[in-house]
């Protein structure tokens, strides 16, 4: 009879979740500078999840951007907005204490409900709502998702996905031209006077807050296959610890 040793797994001293309930979400936060490719790192995340699902468990994996939680321009920001004069990478430029709420809502289980962002009209479209059910997964990802540490600390993972500035410049360039409908002096005007500043004032400091950082960003494929199994074995204990939980004498658990 072959003995299937348990594989060994590091999940704080007592081989425990740390602070992870069996039904609180894992909750990941993804950092990094405009255009590093955040969203299409959350994106392979979540389409690898699924695939790796040996167990077949129905995975719920949701991404949520902090740009939702950008506050309402007043007439006068608006005005500063459309001439390129205001600064959307400032960390007061997000309504913090939403997205704290929000994201306590989540580890609590309760449904939320998510504006999407409209990059042309610098406002939230209140009539396109993302409703966030409770999940396995949750991915938070943002320019400053490690800048307060009241949010920070509620991640139960924070990538950091550094990609140099000038391909991200490369990158955004086009896509503000052809997705946010702007003309090339108003996107390298707003770079230089914001977006690069605020990069290296707010955002290149948080780096050092992550546990995992991905150079390359979303063509990391190595990287994202770690981040993605580690989860896998995260979820796994998660549901080990549940299932000894309900029957506790059944299922001895052993970490080799
Ligand atoms: N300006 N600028 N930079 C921010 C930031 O770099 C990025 C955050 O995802 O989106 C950009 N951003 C945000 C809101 C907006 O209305 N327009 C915009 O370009």
Known sequence: MNIV?????????????????????????????????????????????????????????????????????????????EKGQYNFDHPDAFDNDLILQTLQDILAGVKCEIPAYDYRTNSLMKDQITTIYPADVVLFEGILVFYFPKIRDLFHMKLFVDTDSDTRLARRVPRDIKERGRDLDYVLNQYMNFVKPAFEEFCLPTKKFADVIIPRGADNTVAIDLIVHHIWDILRLKKAENSSRQHPYIYQHRLA
């Open 5 to 81: 040793t348990p594989r060994k797994m590091s999940f704080g001293i007592n081989g425990k979740l740390n602070g992870l309930e069996s039904k609180t979400p894992f909750l990941i936060g993804v950092s990094g500078g405009t255009a590093s490719g955040k969203s299409t790192v959350c994106k392979r995340i979540m389409e690898k999840l699924g695939q790796v699902d040996m167990d077949h468990m129905q995975r719920q994996v949701v991404c949520i951007s902090q740009d939702s939680f950008y506050r309402d321009l007043s007439p006068a920001e608006k005005l500063k907005a």
